[in-house]
């Protein structure tokens, strides 16, 4: 039980930090200094770092394309569900875990629908002659949500030890390579990858907490 409400308090406060920074993002050091004369919070970090970096279409190619793998291991354990829901002929047959997994996707989808439409800052880079929706970064977050998702479900699924070390391996690599690539290809400001992160750590744990309360079933 302590496990539990420990899990609870660590996802709230993961909550809190991202929906303290995304306030701080709104009202610290703003400034005019995206396309089109958009206002950016913390303008002189995002700035510095934008600067730096520079742009770079390749690296927006990149992931671009490897934030379908993320999509596509969502596919994966949607047509699991949907075989178990057919055989067993009942929703409360299927795993408990696939269930989770289900609710936890929708949370994410609708985190992103959210900021498509309340808009915190947008890019830093036109695309196609539009401004976009820029926090928190999208492909950051659903890379980070759909792996980590992946690694903690094949955990529950998979009894081979091997296999779920070379999930948890590439996981982490494709986590890794999103968010780095993302914030090299110039696409997103430096507050939108923390932003990213945040939300992330906070629907991750929202997960785990709900799959710990769970029996693997292998």
């Known amino acids: 039980m302590q496990k539990k409400t420990g899990n609870l308090i660590i996802t709230g406060i993961w909550a809190l930090l991202f929906i303290l920074f995304t306030v701080l993002v709104q009202n610290v050091d703003v400034h005019t200094i995206g396309p089109k004369s958009s206002s950016v919070g913390f303008a002189s970090v995002n700035a510095l770092v934008h600067e730096k970096l520079g742009v770079h279409r390749l690296w927006y190619s990149i992931t671009y394309w490897l934030g379908f793998v993320p999509l596509s291991t969502a596919g994966i354990f949607a047509v699991i569900g949907l075989m178990q ?24 989808i609708g985190v992103y629908v959210l900021f498509e439409f ?101």
């Not at 829901?85 to 994410?108: E, H, M, P, Q």
């Not at 939108?192 to 309360?213: F, H, K, Q, T, W």
Request: proline share 2%; with cysteine.
């Open 85 to 108: 829901l057919v055989r067993r002929k009942s929703l409360f047959k299927v795993d408990k875990s696939i269930i989770a997994l289900g609710v936890f996707y929708a949370a994410t």
């Open 118 to 218: 309340y808009i915190v800052n947008y890019r830093p880079i036109l695309i196609n002659g539009y401004l976009e929706a820029s926090y928190p970064s999208s492909h950051t977050m659903l890379a980070c949500c759909f792996m980590a998702a992946a690694m903690l479900e094949c955990n529950m699924l998979i009894r081979d030890r091997q296999i779920n070390i070379i999930i948890q391996i590439v996981s982490i690599i494709i986590m890794a390579v999103m968010v780095i690539g993302r914030l090299i290809s110039g696409a997103h400001w430096f507050t939108d990858i923390i932003g990213g992160l945040l939300i992330s750590g906070a629907l991750i744990m929202g997960l785990y907490s709900a799959l710990s309360m769970f029996p693997k079933k292998r």
